[in-house]
């Protein structure tokens, strides 16, 4: 198959992340790739964009790829480099470090690249994987990543996906969200010159739902799930619209 593609990757672990290159790597087989990212850091950033101060994108080469880095947010690297890359057919972003399940979609950086990409009107792949103490294995996981490309840039249809490759992964699986509560904490600590901080953390609260992302992660399995950009609860409105008919 020819495939010919405008790929344009972005993430939110930064410019320099092993992730990305990993993903750049094996994006070029599907067609010409370009990235664009933040030039430190953005994790957890969701879908800030930047409207205060004038953002900068500068040529920095990645090894042979093209690639420019940004003093902003993962959604900020996408809006430009679109600008500065015309006709982009599909925004692939990760390979994050760290999965993105649940109701961690809300608020991740890496997940907000690829929406933005649906906002303007191109299609966007989130793609991440878990972490432990050590870095994860992106030759190990290329493969995966390979297939998971190779079933979904062909398909237009598929506007928004949520990826997560979990190591020797046994399988792909298409699933839902997982919507999980969580138990919210705050702890306090001090830093070494004693100054009080505070960290936000997080307890899951219910078990898993056979079906949703996480279930599937957790038994080996790389997760699959479309997105859509209409937050309308259908039900509750139409529910509403019955109890306050004028």
Not at 21 to 35: E, N, P, S
Not at 85 to 111: A, E, F, R
């Amino acid at each position: 198959m020819t495939w010919g593609m405008k790929l344009l990757i972005c993430n939110d672990d930064g410019i320099y992340s092993p992730g990305l290159a990993a993903l750049a790597k094996v994006a070029r087989r599907f067609g010409d790739v370009r990235i664009v990212a933040p030039d430190v850091e953005q994790s957890s950033m969701g879908h800030a964009i930047t409207a205060s101060r004038p953002l900068t994108y500068r040529r920095t080469p990645i090894g042979s790829f093209d690639a420019y880095r940004v003093n902003g947010t993962p959604a900020d690297c996408v809006a430009l480099g679109a600008h500065q890359w015309d006709q982009v057919d599909v925004v692939l972003s990760g390979i994050n470090l760290g999965t993105n399940l649940g109701n961690s979609m809300w608020h991740s950086g890496t997940l907000a690249a690829a929406k933005q990409a649906a906002l303007l009107g191109m299609r966007g792949i989130a793609l991440s994987t878990p972490v432990t103490d050590t870095e994860p294995d992106f030759e190990a996981l290329a493969p995966w990543v390979d297939r998971v490309l190779e079933l979904l840039l062909p398909d237009t249809t598929l506007h928004l996906v949520n990826v997560n490759i979990p190591p020797s992964a046994k399988g792909m699986r298409w699933t839902r969200q997982s919507v999980r509560h969580y138990d919210g904490q705050v702890v306090p600590g001090a830093d070494p010159m004693g100054r009080q901080h505070f960290w936000l953390t997080v307890r899951p609260i219910e078990t898993l739902d056979e079906g949703t992302d996480r279930w599937a992660l957790q038994r080996g399995y790389v997760t699959l799930t479309p997105l859509r950009l209409d937050l309308t609860n259908e039900a509750e409105l139409a529910a509403a619209m019955k109890r306050h008919r004028e």
